[in-house]
């Protein structure tokens, strides 16, 4: 299993961050067929191949991902999108 782990500040509010993670979510959902739910301030997920967490706090979002082995082939592009959609909302 390929791991991917991400920190990033932002300077958005608790529940602005929590509202971003929600549609980030969503998004992922779409696209990766995930499910999830707020268990606290992380928002766990999981689906075919793909499990993991993003966690908010008042000055940072994190992402911790676990990708299966047909998503460990493409972990690179994987992170890579991870890392865009976090300039685009918490930039």
Known sequence: MAKIDIRRPHG???PE?????EKVATRMS???GTT????GDAYTFSGSGVK???TVSDT???VAVELGMMLS?????VESEIRKK???HFA
């Open 12 to 14: 958005k509010s608790l």
């Open 17 to 21: 961050a929590r509202a971003v993670v």
């Open 30 to 32: 779409e696209k990766l």
């Open 36 to 39: 999830g739910g707020w268990q």
């Open 52 to 54: 993991g967490a993003i």
């Open 60 to 62: 940072d979002v994190h």
């Open 73 to 77: 082939a493409v972990r690179g592009m």
């Open 86 to 88: 976090l300039d685009e």
